[in-house]
């Protein structure tokens, strides 16, 4: 298991917070940990990246967000995708974390599915199909994956899916995203909670999920009559008071919203992970992978301009390169 960090001594609240920003936190005495994560200008410069529309927008705000709480559980190293495919009019969502903090994401979508749609909920959006999670280690080579099905079920809905069946571990999630206004015009907010009961003596957090990935499985220790003892019920009943506005609200520090939850019992903070938007496209990156196609293909490419474009799917930057320089 990774070392933990240490909380800070007993103290107030903070009154201030930073955006962009993932907060480890425990609630020791009902044996809970948690992630709560705040994003501001990093998820809106992954939205603005494509004119979404406002309902794939928000979608694709709560896969950054449901990333953010998820990847940062690698400290250093190491790599953590969410993937969704399905058979809706948002058939493709991709968010990929980089420790210790770097993160990208798209979706792919039919505008005119979109706009004929009535219902903008997610259930409508999706369709069906599945959510992958995988995460790729470094120091060990290692490659797990855990997948379960999304037939119309919201990303929180789906993680909470993914945890009772591939990590038994009692979990709950709570996603929001929401557009402000300001004077100096539109930008994206998104926010996100991960509570899991980790009952001390039995079942703890591991660094990784295994999820499907041979040799994992259940973690000893985790019977289900300890998933429903007074303890997750108590704190199963405490999030679930928890707020969208209160996710998404630059005016309210991420510990005063967990002292709002979970003062009567005491909570403890750990150090805050910083997460930014970083994308791992370059020209070194794309010249190497058209050196691997046959002249004849990347003759087939040539644009009415006589080179080849290629835009980055993730951040929508467009580069262009001259065919002959590559023969």
């Known amino acids: 298991m990774a070392r933990r960090d240490a909380p800070a001594p007993s103290r107030p609240a903070a009154s201030t917070s930073e955006d962009d920003r993932v907060l480890p936190f425990a609630v020791e005495p009902l044996d809970l940990r948690g992630r709560l994560a ?13 004119p979404y529309p406002p309902q794939v927008a928000r979608l694709l705000g709560e896969a950054v967000a449901l990333a953010a709480l998820l ?27 980089d420790a210790p903090g770097k993160l990208r994401g798209f979706a792919r979508f039919d505008l005119e599915r979109v706009e004929k749609l009535r219902d ?27 997948v379960v099905p999304l037939e119309g079920e919201s990303l929180a809905e789906a993680a909470h899916i993914y945890f009772r069946q591939s990590e038994q571990i009692p979990s709950f999630v709570r ?22 009961y980790l009952p001390t003596g039995g079942a703890r957090m591991r660094d990784l999920p295994p999820g499907d990935a041979p040799g994992g499985g259940a973690p000893e220790g985790l019977l289900e009559e300890e998933a429903e003892n007074d303890h997750w019920t108590e704190g ?22 967990l002292y709002r939850l979970f003062h009567e019992r005491g909570v403890k903070v750990f150090a805050e992970r910083a997460v930014a938007e970083f994308c791992r496209c370059s020209n070194e990156r794309i010249e190497k992978l058209l050196k691997s196609f046959s ?19 993730f951040c929508g930057t467009l580069r262009s390169f001259e065919p002959a320089d590559f023969d």
Do not use: N
């Not at 705040?38 to 494509?50: A, M, N, Q």
């Not at 940062?72 to 790599?79: A, D, N, T, V, W």
């Not at 903008?120 to 290692?142: C, K, M, N, Q, V």
């Not at 002249?295 to 490419?301: I, K, L, T, V």
């Open 236 to 257: 199963q009943a405490l999030a679930a008071t928890l707020e969208d506005h209160e996710l998404v609200d630059p005016a309210l520090s991420g510990e005063r919203l």
């Open 120 to 146: 903008a909920s997610p259930a409508a959006l999706f369709g069906r199909g599945h959510l992958a999670l995988t995460i790729e280690r470094e120091e060990d080579a290692a490659r797990y994956q855990g």
């Open 295 to 313: 002249p004849q293909e990347r003759g087939d490419m040539v644009g009415d301009d006589g080179r080849i474009g290629v835009t980055c799917e």
């Open 71 to 97: 990847g940062s559980i690698l400290e250093s190293h190491g790599r953590f995708q969410l993937q969704t495919r399905s058979d809706g009019p948002v058939d493709m969502l991709v968010v990929d974390y």
């Open 38 to 50: 705040r994003l501001g200008p990093t998820v809106d410069s992954i939205l603005s990246h494509y």
């Open 175 to 196: 996603l929001a995203v929401a557009e402000s206004v300001t004077p100096q015009g539109r930008s994206w907010r998104a926010g996100g909670l991960l509570l899991q």
